[in-house]
């Protein structure tokens, strides 16, 4: 198991910073915050998306709580861009966590993905671990793309 070295943690802007940079290498294009468009008259900026915009990623430095809990709060805010991922319409759609660990060990990562599997539907969630620099930062798939669910039960429809 890994366990994220906290002096390596990054601040929410940085983070963000380190994932594009990690994309731009990963992908081999572009990644730049970018505002889609997600219902009539309403745009939503996404913290990274590739030059030809198949790539669409929201990135989220989040901790568990002082009390080792969860921070439901915050994640909220990951409920709200998975809204708006289901507004878009991209190859890929990317969750970027920083991930964190609690007391007893248990991965915030994990935690959310056992919470929230049932309606992530096309959206990958990708676990992030700062090293020392970009070259020893370790990126896990949590979770793959599955197809949205209601898809086949309105397909006759």
């Not at 080792?68 to 805010?77: D, Q, R």
């Not at 660990?101 to 700062?130: C, M, Q, T």
Request: aromatic share 14%.
């Amino acid at each position: 198991m890994i366990k994220n070295n906290e002096h390596n943690r990054l601040k929410a802007y940085d983070f963000e910073k380190r994932v594009g940079l990690y994309l731009n290498q990963k992908y081999k294009t572009n990644f730049k915050e970018k505002a889609l468009i997600v219902g009539n008259n309403k745009e939503h900026k996404f913290d990274l998306v590739s030059d030809d915009n198949s790539i669409v990623v929201e990135c989220k430095s989040y901790k568990w709580t002082k009390g080792s809990n969860f921070p439901s709060a915050k994640i909220s805010i990951i409920i709200e861009a998975i809204f708006y991922f289901s507004r878009i319409k991209a190859n890929k759609k990317i969750i970027v966590i920083q991930d964190s660990f609690n007391d007893k060990g248990e991965s915030l990562v994990d935690v959310f993905l056992k919470r929230y599997d049932g309606i992530l539907d096309d959206i990958e969630v990708w676990a992030y671990y700062v090293g020392n620099s970009l070259n020893d930062d370790v990126v896990k798939i949590k979770r793959e793309k599955k197809e949205i669910w209601y898809e086949k039960m309105y397909k006759n429809c």
